[in-house]
């Protein structure tokens, strides 16, 4: 009897040794996560265009994309013969103003696919709460045309997720789940990777990835994407987002990397 339950008690310690030794085991890798805003109701314009210009330049990763115009426009600069986004958002959709326009290419960014570009945008209310979106939108009008943003913008937006999530306004975030396929449409990977004939070609197809890469390195790669990048997809380089470290639970890290090592 005693035998026994020795025999137990060591499969139960080496099986939770083992859990943790591979937890240990995964990379922590630093990731610059966009600070939460907090205003008051007479909150300024330049204000808002300065949380806007940090996020746009550092955490909210804009420049990866909209930096150089190569993957996605440029909106600190004059297009054709227009001028910097401020002052050309008005005139991109008939009936739409400025404010609104930007707004939603932010969390609706499939609705504006600018012709020449690829449909790489992410909702960004998926990683940023109302107060960050309405920042940025403060500081690109500030470019090369007036800012309407103000404090109601941020009320109605504090209000309406009160409405609809219970008083939890804000940034959304991820289900505890680990299912992998419903961690690829939370994290929307498949925007800018393909699996089963969907998605983008962005990034490397998810089809296949086990044949190509070890679970280290799709784990790596999850993880810290600028770490390497695979040939064919330099001009896609700072693309992919830095901080699923800090947005996954190593649980569900192992699940993606399990899902996609059995890709082959």
């Given at each position: 009897m005693w035998g026994t339950n020795l025999r137990i008690l060591a499969v139960v310690l080496g099986t939770i040794g083992l859990y943790t030794l591979l937890a240990n085991a995964i990379p922590q890798i630093e990731s610059e996560v966009p600070e939460e805003l907090s205003f008051t109701g007479d909150v300024s314009p330049e204000q808002l265009i300065e949380a806007g210009q940090e996020l746009y330049e550092g955490a909210g990763g804009c420049t990866a994309c909209h930096g150089l115009g190569t993957r996605a426009p440029n909106l600190l600069l004059a297009e054709a013969d227009q001028g910097p986004i401020g002052a050309r958002c008005g005139e991109r959709v008939p009936g739409e103003?400025?404010?609104a326009y930007l707004h939603r290419s932010m969390v609706e960014p499939q609705a504006y696919v600018v012709e020449g570009f690829q449909p790489i945008m992410p909702d960004v209310s998926r990683t940023l709460s109302d107060a960050q979106i309405w920042s940025l939108i403060a500081y690109l009008q500030s470019q090369g045309g007036e800012v309407t943003v103000t404090a109601a913008d941020l009320?109605?937006?504090?209000?309406?997720g009160q409405d609809t999530a219970g008083g939890a306004a804000g940034a959304a975030t991820g289900s505890a789940t680990t299912d992998p396929i419903q961690l690829l449409a939370e994290m929307q990977c498949i925007a800018c990777?393909?699996?089963g004939g969907e998605g983008q070609e962005v990034g490397p197809p998810f089809d296949g990835m086990?044949?190509?890469?070890?679970?280290?390195?799709i784990r790596t790669a999850i993880l810290d994407p600028a770490a390497s990048i695979s040939a064919g997809y330099e001009q896609f380089a700072g693309v992919m987002p830095?901080?699923?470290g800090s947005r996954l639970t190593a649980a569900q890290l192992e699940a993606l990397v399990g899902f996609l090592a059995a890709r082959e």
């Amino acid at each position: 009897m005693w035998g026994t339950n020795l025999r137990i008690l060591a499969v139960v310690l080496g099986t939770i040794g083992l859990y943790t030794l591979l937890a240990n085991a995964i990379p922590q890798i630093e990731s610059e996560v966009p600070e939460e805003l907090s205003f008051t109701g007479d909150v300024s314009p330049e204000q808002l265009i300065e949380a806007g210009q940090e996020l746009y330049e550092g955490a909210g990763g804009c420049t990866a994309c909209h930096g150089l115009g190569t993957r996605a426009p440029n909106l600190l600069l004059a297009e054709a013969d227009q001028g910097p986004i401020g002052a050309r958002c008005g005139e991109r959709v008939p009936g739409e103003d400025c404010k609104a326009y930007l707004h939603r290419s932010m969390v609706e960014p499939q609705a504006y696919v600018v012709e020449g570009f690829q449909p790489i945008m992410p909702d960004v209310s998926r990683t940023l709460s109302d107060a960050q979106i309405w920042s940025l939108i403060a500081y690109l009008q500030s470019q090369g045309g007036e800012v309407t943003v103000t404090a109601a913008d941020l009320q109605a937006s504090e209000d309406a997720g009160q409405d609809t999530a219970g008083g939890a306004a804000g940034a959304a975030t991820g289900s505890a789940t680990t299912d992998p396929i419903q961690l690829l449409a939370e994290m929307q990977c498949i925007a800018c990777h393909r699996l089963g004939g969907e998605g983008q070609e962005v990034g490397p197809p998810f089809d296949g990835m086990g044949s190509r890469l070890s679970p280290e390195e799709i784990r790596t790669a999850i993880l810290d994407p600028a770490a390497s990048i695979s040939a064919g997809y330099e001009q896609f380089a700072g693309v992919m987002p830095p901080n699923f470290g800090s947005r996954l639970t190593a649980a569900q890290l192992e699940a993606l990397v399990g899902f996609l090592a059995a890709r082959e």
